[in-house]
């Protein structure tokens, strides 16, 4: 019994005690005036097991305040004398590089499209088993390097090592399912057993790829470059180029073009904007948005470089012609008006500026562009200019079809010499089709000629300004007359159609004129024929 009332006891003090409820002796049920505490529980430490391959703590690392705080980047640091990196320092982020961080197996590879293009490729020892943090030394140039080492290779803008010595540390990364999510790496790389390196840091995280990213053009700044007023036509397409003395490729001339001197033709597709122009000149202009634009809309489009070698995140352009191009270029161009009817452009009104090669002088433009213009080029100018070459009057012509040559003192083609060919002492081929186009060949001779374009048929009438078929501008019409293994690469000159009949849409007989001058020469090949089916 006496045992049993001191466990009771016992129990009591100890409830007592839980509760803190117990008066001091007075034998009463009243609540204590104290809060009851709940017992603080303790986590017990989380051990973090030692990394297989420890990470020294003197290796290399970006000085305090050299990298971005937050958002993906890469930097990388080159020692004077590295010839990797040039001996520059470099800071990517995606508000002007696309960074792509990809692995397979034990290897990553990053890839930098931006002002500059990088590769990195680095591969874990085989003993890694599967990528992880750690410290990697000793590694070789990654595409020879024995599987057992490791290796790495970062290269660029045409440069890269041939033998590698250098090590890796993965100082953070997160893989789920197997797949990349994040990344920290930092590297250093001697290039052909040299002393200088070229260090990089890595941080990457799949969540960030676009995160600042520009995604879209800036507000077209005020102070830009526009065509003077009266320099560009009010009305109708056009397309305006200024070169500026020194600049290569416009030769510091001044172009203009319409629809009635030249063909025009633009062709947008996904945030890109081809343009040609066909005329006394052919050039070519390529105007491209930053990523993930699919229409180029108002705006400025700036630091850009030569199309389609550009940064990615900016955009880039070209203008080109002539058998002459920028090898590099720094522009700019902007939209200041442009409309869709769905995703097709209707409307166009833009300006750009182009410098080659890190020069100073200019290339500019400006276009203006409508579908709805249907402006067309002339036809031939009908009555003929007076005082146009004509025969002698001495000349009597002979019965039947014929080609009547005269050729100047000078003249590389018919070389100084007169020649009149008939069916007699030649074969005359003439060839027709149901456009605006013949050829002849006569005497070892042959000649071309085609009218200019919208044309169904010859009509009388003078063409002019032409140059050598079929390199010619379109909207003026062509001509070439060659033979007997002589040729001009270039000429100009013009024809004359005096009359020319149709019968169902075939040439029956014409009479026409012509002069041509080689490689802008005085001189001239001037010639007639009379042909009647």
């Given amino acids: 019994m006496k045992n ?14 839980i509760l803190a409820a117990c008066g001091s002796g007075t034998g009463t049920d009243t609540p204590s005036q104290n809060p009851v505490t709940p017992p ?87 003993a890694a088993g599967t990528l992880q943090a750690g410290y990697f030394k000793d590694l070789t140039r990654a595409a020879f390097s024995d599987a057992a080492v490791g290796g790495i290779d970062w290269g660029g803008e045409g440069r890269g090592c041939n033998a590698i010595k250098g090590w890796v540390v993965i100082d953070k990364i997160v893989l789920v399912s197997g797949v990349l999510e994040s990344i920290d790496l930092r590297f250093e790389q001697h290039c ?61 001339r001044t172009y203009s073009y319409n629809q009635a001197n030249a063909t025009i033709k633009l062709s947008p597709s996904d945030g890109y904007l081809g343009v040609t122009v066909a005329g006394d000149q052919d050039w070519r202009g390529d105007f491209k948005a930053m990523s993930g634009m699919s229409k180029l809309g108002v705006g400025y489009y700036g630091g850009l470089g030569r199309y389609p070698f550009n940064n990615p995140v900016l955009g880039g352009l070209s203008w080109s012609g002539e058998g002459r191009g920028c090898n590099t270029l720094s522009g700019w161009f902007v939209i200041d008006k442009a409309t869709y009817n769905g995703t097709t452009l209707t409307e166009l009104d833009m300006r750009f500026e182009q410098r080659c090669d890190s020069g100073s002088s200019a290339l500019r433009g400006q276009l203006h562009w409508t579908a ?49 060919l008939t069916p007699a002492n030649s074969t005359l081929n003439m060839t027709t089709n149901l456009t ?98």
């Fill in 4 to 17: 049993f009332l001191a466990v009771r006891h016992l129990a009591t003090l100890l409830m007592c005690a």
């Fill in 192 to 252: 052909e057993g040299g002393s200088t390196a070229l260090h990089g840091q890595i941080h990457w995280n799949k969540a960030d790829v676009t995160a600042g990213q520009p995604t879209g053009p800036a507000p077209i700044p005020a102070n830009l470059w526009r065509a003077a007023a009266g320099a560009v036509q009010a009305t109708g397409n056009y397309v305006y180029l200024e070169s500026a003395s020194g600049d290569y490729i416009g030769a510091g």
């Fill in 40 to 126: 603080v529980v303790v986590a017990p430490p989380v051990v973090v097991p030692p990394l297989a391959y420890p990470i020294p703590t003197n290796l290399w690392s970006p000085p305090a305040g050299a990298v971005p705080v937050s958002g993906n980047y890469v930097y990388l640091q080159s020692d004077s004398g590295d010839y990797v990196g040039g001996g520059r320092t470099y800071v990517y982020t995606n508000a002007d590089t696309q960074i792509a961080i990809a692995s397979e197996g034990l290897a990553i590879s990053a890839t930098l499209s931006g002002n500059q293009n990088w590769r990195g490729d680095f591969k874990l020892p085989s």
């Fill in 436 to 533: 605006a186009a013949l050829r002849i060949s006569v005497g070892g001779w042959s000649g071309d000629f085609v009218g200019m374009l919208g044309l169904g048929q010859l009509q009388p009438g003078y063409y002019g300004d032409l140059q050598r078929y079929p390199f010619h501008n379109t909207a003026r019409g062509g001509f070439n007359w060659s033979g007997n293994s002589r040729g001009c690469n270039m000429l100009t000159g013009w024809v004359v159609v005096d009359s020319v009949s149709y019968s169902l849409g075939q040439l029956t007989a014409i009479d026409l004129r012509f002069e041509q001058h080689c490689e802008g020469a005085v001189a001239a090949q001037r010639g007639v024929i009379h042909w009647a089916k």
């Fill in 372 to 420: 709805t213009d249907a402006t067309a080029p002339p036809g031939p100018v009908n009555p003929p200019p007076a005082g146009l070459w004509k025969p002698s009057t001495s000349f009597v012509p002979p019965s039947g079809n014929y080609v009547y040559l005269v050729s100047d003192a000078g003249d590389y083609i018919g070389a100084g010499r007169t020649e009149l």
